[in-house]
């Protein structure tokens, strides 16, 4: 019994290394993406995009439009999926809780579509930046819709998180679509 006990103790020791081992490798193979947006306006200051969800994605936001095949606004027939997104931000800006039912209908399909790519999440401060902590590396899109009054900015850039840290300025020249 004395040696039964001996090799159970002696186990647990062993799984408890193992797992400490695990953990600090898991750990080494992760990053940190610190992220400040802004806009550059047309006098050229810049204007934070404060207090803005941002999202790290497992395929582009074109790409996760594509292929949930969500119907294009009435009228939108013409656009790409991306810039029936923005439309629709833009709506969701102007008009808010008085967007038509077919908008609010869209709406949703595409929220559904993005929210089972999401990896991360993360907000911006009130000076535009934020962190993505501890991201398993790999690649991934950094996707964020922000805006200042009537001007909206969507992001859908193709990042790779590497381990350590790293940091990205999302302004106008890396935006996906401005309107």
């Not at 993505?132 to 790999?138: H, I, L, M, Y």
Request: aromatic share 6%.
């Amino acid at each position: 019994m004395k040696n039964q006990t001996k090799q159970i103790t002696n186990y647990l020791a062993v799984i408890s290394i193992l797992l400490l081992f695990a953990q600090s490798c898991s750990s080494s193979r992760e990053g940190a993406l610190a992220v400040e947006a802004g806009i550059v306006m047309n006098a050229g200051n810049v204007t934070p995009i404060a207090r803005t969800e941002f999202y790290l994605l497992d395929d582009s936001l074109e790409n996760i439009l594509e292929k949930a095949k969500i119907p294009p606004l009435s009228g939108g027939e013409r656009f790409t999926p991306l810039q029936n997104f923005i439309v629709l931000e833009q709506a969701k800006r102007e008009l808010g809780n008085e967007m038509t039912d077919e908008g609010k209908r869209i709406r949703l399909q595409t929220d559904n579509a993005i929210k089972s790519h999401i990896v991360a999440t993360m907000t911006t401060d009130f000076s535009g930046k934020a962190v993505f902590d501890n991201v398993k590396a790999g690649k991934y899109y950094l996707m964020g819709v922000g805006g200042t009054g009537k001007q909206a900015i969507v992001w859908n850039l193709a990042i790779e998180i590497k381990t350590g840290k790293q940091s990205v300025t999302l302004d106008n020249k890396n935006a996906a679509l401005i309107l």
